[in-house]
């Protein structure tokens, strides 16, 4: 059986095949879009004219170490194609992104993308969302106590994310609340519910944003598309 360190490059390898020249890419965060980043400067390095935004310090760093040219959002409004993983991804392409912390960012390059491709290995499909995954919600520092006991009163436990013994910061400067919910069953809903908390910076629930997910699995990627309905960007 394919590990999944191989499932989720069969997925990265393939999401290379929507990279058409003279293409800005939203550049993903993770395990899983660092394979994809591989494979872009595989193509800028045999000469393919192609330019990242990446969502992440760490995204940004390893695409100058590997040769990979850069802009940003100061330049352009928009890019044409954006590649990230995800912690979750229901039957209707909904998704649960931030456990690699980079939530904020990953939703806005997603958004401003004229297309969103998702590569995940096949653990990552659920029957809905919130089922393993938490949802990660990142928030401003000052009063992030009252931003996770209003997350309480929806019904969430809630946990300050932590990296070695301190408060875990974003790229942003902010903290990230773990939110896991005992029952998930509108996400939408939800999603408003969350944003609507003063001091909420954004949430990890990426609704009606992905157009096509590539699923590695033992019999090679399968690929899901949402169908043909104007995106709403949540």
Not at 208 to 227: E, H
């Amino acid at each position: 059986m394919p590990s999944t360190g191989d499932l989720k490059r069969e997925a990265a390898e393939a999401a290379l095949g929507y990279v058409k020249p003279g293409m800005v890419l939203g550049l993903g965060t993770g395990s899983t879009a660092r394979l994809f980043l591989e494979g872009v400067a595989r193509l800028v390095a045999g000469g393919m004219d192609l330019k990242g935004v990446p969502t992440s310090l760490a995204t940004a760093g390893a695409a100058k170490d590997l040769g990979v040219p850069l802009t940003s959002f100061e330049e352009r409004a928009s890019v044409d194609l954006a590649v990230d993983g995800a912690d979750e991804v229901d039957p209707k392409l909904d998704l649960i992104k931030g456990l690699g912390g980079a939530l904020f960012r990953e939703k806005i390059v997603a958004a401003a993308a004229q297309q969103f491709v998702v590569i995940v290995d096949e653990s990552k499909l659920v029957p809905r969302l919130g089922v393993r995954a938490p949802v990660p919600v990142e928030v401003h520092p000052f009063g992030w106590r009252f931003a996770a006991k209003s997350l309480e009163s929806l019904g969430a436990t809630v946990d300050l994310r932590r990296a070695s013994g301190e408060a875990f910061r974003t790229d942003n400067g902010n903290h990230i609340l773990d939110a896991r919910f005992p029952s998930l069953a509108s996400a939408e809903r939800l999603a408003g519910q969350i944003a609507a908390i003063p001091g909420v910076v954004g949430h990890g629930l990426f609704l009606k944003m992905a157009s096509t997910v590539l699923v590695g699995t033992g019999k090679g990627v399968r690929t899901l598309r949402r169908p043909g309905k104007p995106r709403r960007k949540s």
